[in-house]
């Protein structure tokens, strides 16, 4: 009876053993392995064996990580405190570097990726924070994938999620995008009264050299006149009527107008022309005056 409980004990332990000694790593697992505590070959994906009690074996996943980077609070170039979210993606590119160079490479990782936010940011001012992006999330990946290379790790990307602003410094904001629309609201209204007023200036000697040209802008401004508004009613009138009436009317306030000269009759009070004798019968009236 006795030898039977040792023949099942001594069966357990073998079997323990042998489950122990048998690892199946999936295709984007590595083992690294420590025999009596030097590290050994890396096992690649498939059926591992080692010695029972003498190796022991870390599994390490090749696959991109997500790292979500804690809010940090920054103070930028020019003075303003913002809070800055990130997010990092990297990847164990060796690693026997992982396991043997650094004790936790994810919390490595994430410290690494915290105080490089807060050292590139910083150096950066408030607008080139908010428009700039992009360049920012190469400097950050850059720095970061540099201090973690030695670790077997490469970081892939980082993004800077999310920027808060305090409110009075939003409220800045919108006044100077304000101010600034304004501006050029009215830079553009001064070019288009300069290239109006070009334009009028060449129109304006373009009739001068072709007064017909005139008349038709005239019918042409009667047209849009009737058709803006449909209680209006325009009446057109030569200008060619209205000389004579405007022959007729005094030169000046109080003074008779004078009537047109028939064909050959001097005009009463002009001087004849030189060379021309003077008439004996004025010349009497012209005597009589002055008496």
């Not at 540099?146 to 410094?169: A, Y």
């Not at 209204?189 to 334009?199: I, K, V």
């Amino acid at each position: 009876m006795e030898l039977a409980i040792i023949g099942i004990v001594i069966a357990l332990v073998f079997l323990a053993l042998i489950g122990s000694s048998v690892r199946v790593l999936r295709e984007y697992e590595r083992g690294v392995v420590f025999r009596l505590g030097r590290l050994i070959n890396l096992k690649n994906a498939g059926l591992v064996l080692l010695i029972p009690v003498v190796d022991r074996m870390v599994r390490v996943s090749l696959r991109v990580i997500t790292l979500k980077v804690p809010p940090q609070d920054v103070i930028t170039r020019d003075n303003v405190p913002v809070r800055v979210t990130a997010v990092a993606y990297f990847r164990v590119i060796d690693a026997n570097k992982a396991i043997v160079e650094v004790e936790d490479y994810f919390a490595a990782t994430s410290q690494i990726a915290q105080t490089s936010l807060r050292a590139v940011l910083g150096k950066a001012e408030l607008d080139t924070l908010l428009a700039e992006r992009e360049r920012l999330n190469e400097d950050l990946q850059k720095v970061i994938d540099q201090q973690t290379e030695p670790w077997g790790v490469k970081v892939l990307i980082v993004e800077i999620k999310d920027v808060d602003v305090p409110e009075t410094m939003q409220r800045a904001i919108a006044r100077q995008a304000e101010a600034e629309r304004e501006r050029r609201a009215k830079v553009i209204n001064a070019e288009g009264e300069f290239q109006a007023s070009t334009r009028l200036a060449d129109a304006a000697d373009e009739m001068s050299r072709n007064p017909s040209t005139l008349q038709l802008r005239y019918l042409q401004t009667l047209l849009e006149i009737s058709n803006s508004s449909s209680t209006t009613a325009v009446i057109p009138l030569p200008v060619n009527l209205l000389q004579p009436l405007l022959a007729q009317l005094p030169i000046q306030a109080g003074q008779p107008a004078v009537p047109p000269t028939q064909a050959g009759q001097p005009v009463p009070g002009a001087q004849p022309p030189a060379g021309q004798p003077v008439e004996e019968g004025r010349a009497e009236a012209s005597t009589a005056t002055d008496y």
